[in-house]
Structure formats: structure tokens, C-alpha cells
Nanobody, 125 residues
Framework: QVHVVESGGGLVQAGASLRLSCTASGRAFRNYDMAWFRQAAGKERVFVASIDSSGDPAYVQPSMRGRFTISRDNAKNTVYLQINSLEPEDTAVYYC??????????????????WGQGTQVTVSS
């Protein structure tokens, strides 16, 4: 069992930046690849980025490269998602999850078993 808590979201204007945080319980955190997804209202959960247990390599969805950066601090059991130049289309609930199974590609949401409550990001134009 892994418990995750996301934070750092909020209401911002277009062009602003946010750093989202995800803290996971347990000493096994450093053994897990971690991923960020987002889900806009009425839409499916979409893969954003993932990072290897050691922090290298990190992978960002191609359409989001340049504005999104994923990183982690294993000493703090925390993974981060830096989002720059926010756009209204980035409005969504952002979730993180540990990848404890490798039954599909990293961007396949159903293979992730443990989700937090998410953090809402709202970008006004």
C-alpha cells in the first residue's frame, strides 16, 4: 500500500508558473518510478510525465516538452512537476502515482494502482 498526497495547485493567470508536489508514504518510495497524469473535466486521465526511481531518466509527454519538468527528491519522498507558461488548456486535476506494475507502457493509467486525491490547477485567460 502506498499513500500519495498532491499539492501546489491553484488559480493562476495564463503565463504563470506552478510547481506541484507529490509526497508518498513509505521507505519504498525510492524504488518506484513515479508518474504525473492530469484529468480535465469530462475527459480521460492523460499521462504527463514520469521519472525513474533514481531520477534518471525522466520522460515528458512530447506535446508538453519545453513547459513541463518532472523531478524528484528521494530524501523527501517527493516528486515535483514544474509547469511554466501555463495556458488555459492546462486546467485540470493533476494526479501522481507510483508505478508498481509494468504490465503496459508508462502512459497507460489503468496499470497504476495508487492515486492521491489530486490537486486542481485552474488557468484563467
Amino acid at each position: 500500500q502506498v499513500h500519495v498526497v498532491e499539492s501546489g495547485g491553484g488559480l493562476v493567470q495564463a503565463g504563470a508558473s506552478l510547481r506541484l508536489s507529490c509526497t508518498a508514504s513509505g521507505r519504498a518510495f525510492r524504488n518506484y518510478d513515479m508518474a504525473w497524469f492530469r484529468q480535465a473535466a469530462g475527459k480521460e486521465r492523460v499521462f504527463v510525465a514520469s521519472i525513474d526511481s533514481s531520477g534518471d531518466p525522466a520522460y515528458v509527454q512530447p506535446s508538453m516538452r519545453g513547459r513541463f519538468t518532472i523531478s524528484r527528491d528521494n530524501a523527501k519522498n517527493t516528486v515535483y512537476l514544474q509547469i511554466n507558461s501555463l495556458e488555459p488548456e492546462d486546467t485540470a486535476v493533476y494526479y501522481c502515482a507510483p508505478r508498481v506494475r509494468f504490465t503496459a507502457s508508462r502512459d497507460y493509467a489503468p496499470q497504476y494502482d495508487y492515486w492521491g486525491q489530486g490537486t486542481q490547477v485552474t488557468v484563467s485567460s
